[in-house]
């Protein structure tokens, strides 16, 4: 390890308790090392910097130059009236639902935004302007088109014939990036929803018309002096998250899979053991599989692995971090080295010859953290850079993407050799089988001749699976890594509730050893460990990404599809949940399923208590509107146990609650009724 100097690692005065800080023995181990060697992370300036107790209650207005101006809820509370105004006269319910309105806009701009580089490649890809980048996956080009108006065959002669793959590409490109910015009409994903959903959306105004303007249109009413009515400004928070979720994440998702694959169950590992000692190491940190993608092919290439065993190494081993590493994982394989809050952590490693970075999730801090090791830091994306001298930044470029991608590893190779004597892996990893979407779950689960989610709908009928969740979402510094994720998705599924994954709560899962069909038979109830065991899938369905909690939706979809089980999401047995959220994208996330009709739960603070008006809009009366509502519930058991009441709830409703009750008789139960 390269000496850590003074200057180079500023020792905070408190430092974290690694066992409190984390669940993950490896994240314990390697905050512990840090803190030896004096190199502060996120965990320390968690304990000596605490949050701001009026941004937390949302109600701090920072938008206009009057400001700030800070509206906390009495310590009594509120008795009679509410006068709580900012200069303006901005009450409590606009200064919060602005703030809430924001970060729905920055979050569905993030994924939006990755969307569109997405589509700006397909689209060089149509054009055939680069090389490095191909149709992978001709069926689900095949598949997507239609949705957006792509005539895949045409009539020639009276006859229909199919057409040509260059030519729909070409079209798909074009409708696709059309979604961000057309002129009139409206987002045609939308219609992807169940109908009655959609038909709800009309009927509300709410539909997106196109991704750009909803967002471009928060900023415009959030300004000051616009919009001032909480409920008007939730409506706009409506139209932009469905672009995100129906929309911008959507289109990423399909045009990755056109491009790259779609994904097929796969087995992996996970977690910072995953790093070798006699490798180099490349950990690819950030959002956009653009950059790691070719950053595999070219990790994989002869020319580099010679080149590395040249070096003295035996090989490349690459580990993703966040949502890129999910990318990389459910298309190749390539396991993940840990979840938002271990990206510090693998460097502290000290045997990280270079961490890639994009966009996204990045720590400003691992400039600091590279510099007290061997580690190259690169950022790769012109709209993502950092300040520090030490960081390089080599611009990628998709005409160019082979070229810089080899550039890249062969730094990183270059640097093997620079790395210190005291590197300290932690042993800890765990095996997962990832690479979970609607089509291989139809596959697994789907029955050939009666709706393609038959089985699945027929065991959520017959009460073996009880109902279905989507666990999602960040780490947050400020509550324990990774406790919630696992306390809740283990309670979920000890009560028979399949769970879908995505972001860092599947990685966090990945690495507590739960996506594996063998966990079925240790944590899951009997009628979840039985449909597990006669199929052969985890528990826990690793679906990628957070963009690809659009698989959620369209899984989601196909279910209502397949039927029996009411004719709308907001009908299913089914409930969503960010047990460690922070950012933006979360909030995004969530108002999409809360708006396609999911009940979902946050289990990290949501800034919301100053403004106890809007909180009660947001988490009882959206119900009534879009079928689905807000919650937050920090206690993870109790958090997973509201879920599952809503499951019941929806059970009910549904006519199958009998069943279950049918399903959950123990043995006992069995002969009594035998001998009755
Ligand atoms: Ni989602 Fe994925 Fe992780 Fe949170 Fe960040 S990586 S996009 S935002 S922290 S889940």
Not at 42 to 56: Q, S
Not at 92 to 98: D, G, S, V
Not at 165 to 174: G, K, N, T
């Amino acid at each position: 390890m390269a000496e850590v100097t003074k200057e180079k690692a500023a020792k905070p005065q408190k430092m974290a308790d690694a066992i409190t800080a984390s669940i993950d023995p490896a994240t314990q181990e390697m905050i512990a090392r840090a803190q030896k060697l004096g190199v502060e992370t996120v965990f320390d300036r968690a304990v000596t910097m605490k949050p701001c107790n009026i941004g937390m209650q949302g109600t701090c207005c920072k938008n206009c130059a009057m400001g700030p101006c800070r509206l906390p809820l009495p310590k009594a509370g509120i008795e009679g009236e509410d006068t709580r105004k900012g200069l303006c006269g901005a009450t409590a319910n606009t200064i919060a639902a602005r703030n809430f309105a924001r970060m729905v806009a920055a979050g569905a701009s993030a994924h939006s935004d990755h969307g569109r580089s997405v589509a700006e490649v397909f689209l060089s890809v149509a054009r055939k302007e680069t090389e490095d980048y191909k149709i992978k996956d001709p069926g689900k080009l095949i598949a997507m088109a239609p949705h957006l108006g792509v005539a895949t065959t045409i009539e020639k002669d009276g006859e229909v014939l199919d057409r040509d793959l260059d030519e729909i590409a070409l079209e798909v490109a074009e409708k696709a990036l059309a979604e961000w910015g057309k002129s009139e009409g409206e987002l045609v994903y939308a219609k992807r929803a169940p109908q009655p959903l959609y038909e709800r959306w009309k009927k509300l105004g709410v539909v997106p018309r196109n991704i750009d303007r909803e967002i471009v249109e928060i900023m415009h009413r959030t300004h000051m002096g616009v919009d001032q009515d909480y409920k008007n400004l939730v409506k706009q928070c409506t139209r932009a998250a469905l672009a995100d979720g129906w929309g911008g994440s959507m289109l990423a998702t399909d045009l990755q899979d056109v491009m790259f694959g779609a994904p097929t169950p796969l087995q992996s590992e996970a977690n910072l053991g995953v790093l070798k000692q006699d490798h180099v190491n490349i950990i690819i940190h950030g959002h956009e599989p653009i950059l790691s993608e070719m950053i595999v092919a070219a990790a994989q290439s002869k020319e580099m692995i010679e080149y590395a065993n040249s070096k003295g190494a035996k090989g490349i081993q690459l580990g993703g971090i966040c949502c890129t590493g999910n990318e990389i994982l459910q298309r190749h394989g390539v396991p993940p080295a840990g979840t938002f809050l271990q990206q510090e952590l693998a460097i502290i490693t000290g045997a990280c010859d270079a961490m890639v970075v994009d966009v996204q999730c990045i720590f400003q801090n691992l400039a600091n953290v590279a510099k007290c090791f061997h580690t190259k830091l690169i950022t790769t994306h012109p709209i993502a850079r950092m300040e520090q001298e030490n960081v390089l930044h080599i611009e990628f470029d998709e005409h160019h993407a082979m070229e810089d991608a080899k550039r890249i590893v062969k730094m990183a190779i270059d640097n093997f050799e620079n790395r210190g004597a005291e590197v300290m892996i932690p042993k800890y990893k765990a095996v997962q089988i990832a690479g979970f979407g609607v089509e291989s779950i139809e596959y697994h689960l789907g029955g050939t001749f009666r709706g393609s989610y038959y089985t699945l709908n027929d065991n959520i009928i017959n009460g073996r699976i009880r109902g279905v969740a989507g666990v999602v979402g960040c780490n947050n510094a400020r509550t324990k890594h990774n406790e919630a994720h696992i306390a809740i998705v283990k309670e979920l599924i000890k009560n028979d509730v399949l769970v879908l994954t995505t972001g860092c709560n599947g990685i966090a899962c990945a690495m507590e050893g739960l996506l594996t069909p063998e966990t079925a038979q240790v944590f899951c109830g009997p009628g979840l460990a039985e449909v597990c065991e006669t199929v052969g899938i985890p528990p826990v369905l690793h679906l990628g990404s957070c963009v690809d909690n659009s698989r959620i939706l369209l899984a989601a979809t196909e279910v209502v599809k397949a039927g029996g089980l009411g004719n709308d999401i907001q009908d299913l047995p089914a409930a969503g949940s960010a047990p460690e959220w922070m950012s933006e994208k979360a909030i995004s996330i969530g108002h999409y399923f809360v708006t396609s009709g999911v009940y979902t739960v946050f289990g990290y603070h949501m800034p919301l208590d100053g403004a106890p008006v809007l909180k009660d809009y947001l988490y009882e009366e959206l119900e009534k509107v879009y079928g689905g509502m807000w919650d937050c519930e920090p206690d993870p058991i109790k958090h997973a146990h509201k879920m599952i009441a809503h499951i019941d709830k929806k059970r009910k409703a549904l006519g199958i609650d009998k069943a279950r009750e049918r399903v959950l008789m123990d043995m006992a139960d069995r002969r009594e009724m035998e001998a009755k």
